[in-house]
């Protein structure tokens, strides 16, 4: 039927109306180096993107638009793990100097890096405009383990050199905690 009467949008669509896949929505402290066209990986293959982001709930975190295009969304499962892949990240402590980064392409534009877990196959395909939470970077996915914490105060009368808030506490080999805190007692 013919009409001389439209309705635009306030922005451009993210999804082209042909494109096949499934999009989700992450949740965030912060956007980081993120933006519209940021790319998605899965194990370093770009198989998505971010199509938009907004300030959620009371403004206290970020909600993050993504599209994963088809096949590969039948990767994401109800129990994938989400991180922001951008930039380099470069850790120097007692155990030497340990960098990290998803690809060159997202250190120069950033990007998302998603891994589902081996047991993928008990868990379901995720359900378009499923929610996850976006990890700071992939280190972070392995503290969401730590549910129970209990304090510890150790005394030591020898040196602490090398030693430093965040080194992992070990043992027989498993991380099993971290340093909080290292303080000069009198």
């Known amino acids: 039927e013919e009409q001389s009467r439209f309705v635009g949008l306030d922005e ?23 933006d519209i066209g940021s790319p998605v990986y899965y194990r370093q293959i770009p198989v998505g993107e971010v199509t938009g982001y907004k300030l959620g709930g009371e403004g206290d975190r970020v909600d993050i638009r993504i599209f994963i295009d088809a096949p590969y969304d039948r990767l994401v499962r109800e129990n994938s793990r989400f991180w922001n892949g951008s930039g380099v990240g470069m850790q120097l402590n007692a155990q030497g100097l340990k960098a990290n980064m998803e690809s060159l392409a997202s250190l120069l534009s950033g990007g998302i890096a998603f891994k589902t877990p081996d047991v993928a196959e008990r868990y379901p395909t995720a359900e378009a405009e499923q929610h996850f939470n976006l990890f700071s970077d992939e280190e972070s996915l392995a503290e969401e383990a730590y549910t129970i914490r209990y304090n510890y105060l150790m005394n030591f009368s020898g040196s602490v050199r090398g030693l430093a808030a965040g080194a992992p ?4 080999g498993i991380k099993v905690g971290e340093v909080g805190d290292i303080r000069f007692l009198e």
Do not use: M, N, Q
């Not at 096949?20 to 402290?29: I, M, S």
């Not at 506490?169 to 027989?172: A, D, G, L, Q």
């Open 12 to 34: 451009p669509p993210s999804i082209k109306s042909d494109d096949v896949g499934t999009p989700f929505r992450l949740l965030a402290e912060t956007l980081g180096s993120l």
């Open 169 to 172: 506490v070990e043992y027989r």
